[in-house]
């Protein structure tokens, strides 16, 4: 088998919906819990491509992409974006949670996330100042403890470099265990902690 990192194209959009489906169940197959398979990709993977392709990277294992990396440089930016050119579309097809039936839990959740207020907060706007950039990077189990996640963050950390950015944040489950211990081994600490997620970050 041989793998490969390689900078995402528009073309890599199956992948992605199909990639962050399979590992949206803190890092398992959230397949069963959607009734839409598309739901959770137009949130956490398809805007970051439509917005900033030379922010994103694809992990392909023989050819075929089977983990990404996306993100953006500039958290303020990209949230501006989404509120006025990617979510309101997506809040007409996906109503809030509680107006259909037969929707699971984490289906649910998925639909309020689309339509939260944003987060004008003091200490939203001071995380965002001090690590502006921020990630999200999902690989499936036959790319999964063969180094390709820390390449993939080197290969975006690399980037971020290049465009001047003083830091990076991404959020995690606090269920995700593993996920929580790869983020530390490397370099990311925690910068502020809820109850149900925690944020890290890192200074360049």
Not at 116 to 130: F, T, V, Y
Not at 134 to 142: F, N, R, T, V
Request: proline share 6%; with cysteine; hydrophobic share 40%.
């Amino acid at each position: 088998m041989t793998q490969n990192i390689r900078p995402a194209a528009l073309s890599d959009m199956p992948y992605l919906y199909e990639i962050c489906l399979k590992t949206a169940a803190n890092g398992g197959d959230a397949t069963a819990l959607y009734s839409d398979p598309w739901l959770v990709g137009q949130y956490f993977a398809a805007p970051y491509l439509a917005n900033d392709p030379s922010a994103c990277f694809v992990a392909e294992l023989d050819g075929v992409p089977r983990g990404y990396i996306v993100g953006t440089t500039d958290t303020a930016s990209f949230e501006r974006w989404m509120r006025e050119s990617w979510l309101p579309l997506l809040k007409q097809r996906y109503p809030p949670a509680g107006t259909e039936s037969g929707l699971s839990s984490m289906e649910q959740w998925m639909r309020s996330v689309l339509h939260e207020e944003p987060d004008g907060s003091e200490e939203k706007s001071r995380l965002i100042s001090e690590y502006p950039a921020h990630l999200h990077i999902d690989l499936l189990p036959e790319l999964q403890g063969m180094g390709t996640g820390k390449l993939l963050i080197r290969t975006f950390m690399d980037a971020l470099k290049k465009r001047n950015s003083p830091g990076l944040h991404l959020s995690v489950s606090k269920k995700n265990e593993r996920a929580v211990a790869f983020y530390e081994k490397t370099g990311f600490s925690v910068i502020a902690d809820y109850s149900n997620a925690i944020t890290m970050g890192m200074r360049f």
